[in-house]
């Protein structure tokens, strides 16, 4: 009561002053103890390793401080990709009883990329790395497929023990990395592979190397008017509440940051990855924040997108989960919580 009796003895101005020093220090309070200040790079033991195309034997991935090997690194979080199916007709012989998205997602960017591999006379090589979130259905059997088929040069899967989030699906599979350039795609395919010419072409006209910074993101804002028209009132005012915040909180100058189509340069990821604390859905944004703060070229390109059905999200949880840490990651970093990896010189 004492307390409550100074605050009315007090002018209006100094009453709200002193509230709203109460306020902050509160949130600082709460913000330090439930914010963890690293980024989880932990890595199981069987997390450090892939297994050649015959299965019995395990070889250490590389890092992503070492010095690029390949043109391109595709990595392809996955979780529980086995049991999305989609009607398609392509013909899939590995897995005889389900088509699944996975394989079409692969099957469609191993063509792309063999295609690419012999235009340019055998001088562009390539990675796919399939990242397993911790998929309780056979997602890291279905990958391992593949390497047999193709061999662990060119396919390679990361499976975790338990789930991360998409977050950090790309993130230890960027770590894994040896491209010059590194590119995540989403699993379920939605964005036609055959994009990345203009998305590669946009990054080497920001970035003429790998040492230059800089990425190059698809986007889907030109399809927006399509989507508001099919979506639900309360669909669309999710959408609408998430790009503001988007805009308000972090990120500026982009007008679609959650589209599953990145590339970067090497030493863009170098930068950007060991730095990023989200997990889930909202890590693009932190990714793109951080990358704004220091000030790495970005470029935007339109791609072809279709919506694919079993989606991940739940669509209100989600937003609402995402509006919640746009918010944690601005005070995390206004406070000094989370803090950024510097350029090097």
């Known amino acids: 009561m004492a307390f409550v009796d100074f605050l009315l ?19 600082y309070i709460f913000l330090t103890v439930t914010t963890i200040r690293k980024p989880n790079l932990h890595r199981y033991d069987s997390e450090k390793y ?48 389900l088509v699944y998205l996975v394989p079409s997602m692969l099957d469609e960017a191993l063509a792309y990329l063999e295609q690419k591999k012999k235009d340019e006379g055998g001088s562009f090589t390539y990675e796919i790395i399939i990242v397993d979130d911790g998929s309780k259905d056979g997602t890291s059997k279905v990958g391992m497929e593949y390497t ?17 989030g998409k977050g950090g699906a790309v993130r230890m599979g960027m770590l894994s990395s040896r491209g010059k350039h590194l590119l995540f795609a989403d699993a379920d395919g939605a964005t036609r592979f055959s994009d990345l010419t203009k998305v590669e072409s946009a990054l080497n006209k920001i970035a003429p190397d790998e040492n230059t910074p800089a990425i190059s993101v698809g986007s889907r804002s030109h399809l927006q008017d399509d989507a508001v028209a099919e979506r639900t009132f309360l669909r669309n005012f999710l959408m609408y509440g998430f790009h503001f915040l ?33 997990d889930r ?43 919640r840490d746009l918010l944690l990651i601005r005070l995390r970093y206004l406070f000094g919580l989370w803090r950024i990896k510097e350029k090097s010189n």
């Open 281 to 323: 859905w909202a890590f693009d944004v932190e990714l793109l924040y951080i990358a704004q703060c220091l000030k790495i070229s970005i470029a935007e390109v339109a791609v072809n997108w279709q919506e694919i059905e079993g989606s991940k999200m739940v669509p209100f949880w989600s937003w609402l989960q995402m509006g």
């Open 9 to 27: 003895s007090l002018p209006l101005l100094q009453t709200s002053l002193v509230l709203l020093v109460i306020l902050i220090v509160g949130l």
């Open 148 to 164: 047999k088929k193709y061999g662990h040069e060119k396919i390679r899967v990361l499976t975790f023990e338990k789930n991360r």
């Open 246 to 278: 988007v805009w308000f909180l972090c990120v500026r100058g982009v007008k679609d940051t959650q589209c599953g189509f990145k590339l970067f340069t090497r030493s863009a990821a170098r930068l950007l990855f060991p730095s990023v604390h989200i």
């Open 50 to 97: 892939f297994l050649t195309g015959n299965g019995d034997e395990r070889r250490p991935f590389p890092e992503l401080d070492d010095p690029s090997s390949l043109s391109l690194s595709l990595i392809v979080p996955s979780y529980n990709e086995e049991t999305r199916r989609e009607n398609c007709d392509f013909d899939f012989t590995l897995v005889r009883t």
